[in-house]
């Protein structure tokens, strides 16, 4: 679907509709660009609804931004959260916007992000701004100047250094681009948001050094927006559960819950510590950035957003798998459940290699062990963090030494781990679920149980299904799904059956699986 030009009648005008409704559920899926007043919106915008001859509907800020519009200063749609379609999306484009919002072009140019998707420069620039309007060029530009924005709004880092933390190469570019975009200059735009303000922030406001007085770090406060519902509670019971010792600290006691964990980033070692709850406010996350570089704060920030799975679209999920009997009431418990994503990629691979055919607890001891003696120390001022998850070559060195694991089973995590660091094994959010999941499954020791897991989390594949997996079929007992077979068939026949039932929950049978792991357990724990 293009944004070039506009899209059939039937897609314009339940877009019409929703911009009419001021409907928030579609806040950072597409944007509408008013000719009449040379600017775009969100669909939630207060405005007077435009004329429909006048509006033309965009997939991405930055194709309006390429075809003359500016940012909204009423409604502004670069705080707007993003869009999950870029997960629902198994294409060239999809893959490249997940890269884009990694910082690959910032840091490796289009050449890198073409030798990354397997195409040259040339059919990648050609392919995105025939798909969304855009080249990869104008889409890191777009993505720059929403960082720069909420630094700009949300922080007192003086805007030089806003500039060159947003990605920008100088102070003219990222003066003139802001001021292209918001038809404001950054000074401006920060007087206008001390004036309006909330002055209560869930963090006190920190710019200085990190705990080690000798390790010279940055500390921001930013807001994440995030759509309604958001099962906050759900996704941070789901890390914690797993949660590293030393890697990863959570608290669930109390109105808010708190997350926080260690992160190796481009420019060197941090710590994220998210806050979500009432304390907080509804449609939005209060993160805490401990940075060695200010330029790795969008970095920082998509990762996170992929983690907590906060660009995803709530309202479509539970509609669509609310409409199964068996799984309504578990939507209706748990609105707005989130799909757990990684800061990490190679990390996600040992850990699910590590957890198969073990309990979730054992994977966390045996991880524990690994990381404390393998991982890189790290001095936060975060409680609780102490170290850095290790590297795939730290892992293939040290998991003999520190995993009690079946010898086979060790195996399989030191070959995995030298491939995945000299390359011979590629994992990143750019890939393509079916590649993924084919070269896992070759390695010997991972079945499609593992691949199906690392696609769920590495690229938040909303679609992935676990055949086989026992909890699931806990759930889908305790839940009341009819499989059509006696309580005491074969498990090997249950699973084929609940597969097979699992199709109607397309596309979002990640969500499906989540809600019935959660059915499995005792109701003191869900």
């Known amino acids: 679907m293009t944004t070039t030009a506009r899209p059939d009648a039937r897609e314009f005008e339940e877009r019409y509709r929703a911009i009419a409704a001021r409907d928030t559920r579609f806040d950072g899926q597409f944007f509408t660009a008013v000719r009449s007043t040379g600017i775009y919106?969100?669909?939630?915008?207060?405005a007077r609804t435009p004329k429909p001859e006048n509006v033309t509907f965009y997939l991405t800020s930055a194709a309006a931004h390429e075809a003359g519009y500016r940012a909204?200063?009423?409604c502004?749609?670069?705080a707007a959260p993003g869009t999950p379609a870029w997960d629902l999306r198994h294409d060239l484009?999809?893959?490249?916007?997940r890269l884009i919002a990694d910082g690959v072009v910032d840091r490796e140019g289009t050449d890198g992000l073409a030798s990354r998707l397997g195409y040259s420069a040339?059919?990648?620039?050609?392919?995105l701004a025939a798909e969304l309007g855009a080249g990869p060029l104008a889409l890191a530009r777009a993505q720059r100047a929403q960082t720069a924005r909420s630094l700009v709004v949300g922080t007192d880092l003086p805007l030089a250094d806003v500039a060159f933390a947003a990605g920008f190469g100088s102070i003219r570019q990222f003066n003139d681009t802001m001021t292209e975009v918001f038809a404001v200059a950054p000074s401006e735009l920060r007087a206008r948001s001390r004036r309006r303000a909330r002055p209560d922030r869930p963090f006190r406001q920190a710019t200085d050094g990190g705990h080690d007085a000798d390790v010279a770090r940055v500390r921001l406060d930013l807001e994440l927006p995030v759509r309604e519902p958001f099962d906050a509670r759900g996704v941070v019971a789901f890390l914690a559960a797993r949660a590293v010792d030393g890697v990863e600290v959570a608290d669930l006691d109390g109105d808010d819950v708190r997350y926080a964990r260690t992160l190796r980033l481009p420019h060197g070692p941090g710590a994220a510590e998210a806050l979500?709850?009432?304390?907080?406010?509804p449609?939005?996350?209060a993160v805490r950035l401990e940075l060695a570089s200010a330029a790795d704060v969008s970095v920082a920030v998509a990762r996170l957003r992929r983690l907590l799975d906060l660009d995803a679209d709530p309202a479509a999920v539970d509609t669509a798998l609310a409409d199964d009997p068996a799984l309504a009431p578990l939507v209706a418990r748990t609105p707005g459940l989130r799909l757990p994503g990684t800061v990490d990629p190679h990390e996600i691979v040992v850990r699910a290699i590590v957890g198969q055919q073990i309990s979730v607890a054992a994977a966390r001891t045996h991880l524990g062990r690994l990381a404390a003696g393998a991982g890189t120390p790290y001095d936060s001022a975060v409680p609780g963090l102490t170290r850095l998850f290790p590297t795939a070559a730290q892992v293939a060195a040290a998991a003999a030494d520190h995993l009690r694991l079946p010898a086979r089973s060790v195996a399989t995590v030191v070959d995995t781990a030298r491939a995945l660091d000299d390359g011979t094994l590629a994992v990143g959010v750019g890939d393509d679920g079916e590649a993924l999941r084919a070269a896992l499954v070759a390695r010997r020791g991972i079945g499609p149980w593992t691949a199906a897991y690392v696609a769920m989390r590495v690229l938040r594949d909303p679609d992935s299904w676990l055949d086989g997996d026992v909890a699931l079929l806990a759930g889908a007992a305790a839940a009341g799904v009819d499989l059509g077979l006696p309580d005491d068939a074969p498990r090997t026949a249950r699973s084929r059956a609940l597969a097979a039932r699992a199709e109607r929950w397309a596309p979002w049978r990640s969500y499906a699986a989540l809600h019935l792991w959660?059915?499995?357990l005792p109701p003191s724990m869900r």
Do not use: D, I, T, Y
């Not at 919106?41 to 207060?46: D, F, I, L």
């Not at 484009?93 to 916007?97: D, I, N, S, T």
């Not at 040339?122 to 392919?127: E, G, I, K, Q, Y």
């Not at 979500?276 to 406010?281: R, S, T």
């Open 518 to 520: 959660r059915a499995a």
């Open 283 to 285: 449609g939005r996350v």
């Open 76 to 78: 502004l749609p670069e």
């Open 276 to 281: 979500a709850g009432p304390g907080v406010g």
């Open 93 to 97: 484009a999809g893959r490249a916007m």
């Open 41 to 46: 919106c969100r669909p939630s915008c207060p």
């Open 72 to 74: 909204c200063k009423r």
């Open 122 to 127: 040339r059919h990648v620039h050609r392919l």
